[in-house]
């Protein structure tokens, strides 16, 4: 009997307990903290360069008022990174593919950009629902649409982490039974099978990091 393909991505439990709280304080414990040595060892340094870089790529576009948000964006991508790289292993489990943790993660972010911006810069910001020199007929529409797309923000978010995630564990285990079912009746088509599946596994890999990105620069923007 063959079964459902979506059933990877069901919450695993052991003794009656939700396994997810593991899988969610896990990617922590395996970060390496730094120590007080004048000379760390080479998986501390080649982590904080890594932090530096993504926190100055991030920091880019963003003026000196919101460099304070720095070390949340950069905790909330360490999160999203490890969360998203752990779950292609085999027998684990990827929160990420829950939309109900990518919109838990996403709505409180966006809630807070838009709050702080109405408050900062209240002009600026209801700017931006109705662009500079539109004519007066399509202003009511314009405004309409503007206040749509901006509440559709964290729900995009949420979805883009997750439908991304999702294919991409699908395509993974659709390729993986095929190459199995194969291995016995025509070996060289399972052969070619396992080569693409070790193709989209490295692609998955690109996705997993890119996707974690893309969450916190959308977040920062």
Request: charged letters at 5%; proline letters at 7%.
């Amino acid at each position: 009997m063959m079964t459902n393909l979506f059933d990877q991505f069901m919450s695993p439990t052991y003794l009656g307990m939700p396994l997810i709280v593991l899988a969610l304080g896990l990617p922590w414990i395996l970060w390496p903290s730094p120590s007080s040595r004048w000379l760390n060892n080479r998986l501390v340094t080649l982590q904080s360069w890594f932090l530096n870089r993504f926190t100055q790529q991030l920091l880019l576009p963003i003026n000196t008022g919101g460099h304070k948000w720095a070390l949340i964006l950069a905790s909330l991508m360490t999160f999203l990174l490890s969360m998203n790289l752990l779950g292609l292993l085999p027998y684990t489990f990827t929160p990420t593919t829950q939309l109900s943790l990518n919109m838990g993660l996403a709505v409180p972010f966006w809630l807070a950009t838009v709050i702080i911006g109405m408050r900062n810069q209240p002009t600026a910001a209801l700017g931006h629902l109705l662009p500079e020199g539109t004519p007066t007929p399509l202003i009511p529409i314009l405004i309409v649409i503007e206040t749509i797309s901006l509440f559709i923000r964290p729900l995009a978010l949420g979805v883009r982490l997750t439908a991304n995630l999702t294919a991409g564990h699908l395509l993974i285990q659709l390729i993986a039974t095929a190459a199995f079912t194969l291995m016995t009746s025509m070996t060289t088509v399972a052969l070619l099978t396992t080569s693409i599946l070790f193709l989209l596994t490295l692609l998955e890999i690109a996705v997993a990091m890119i996707q974690a990105y893309v969450f916190v620069l959308l977040l920062s923007l």
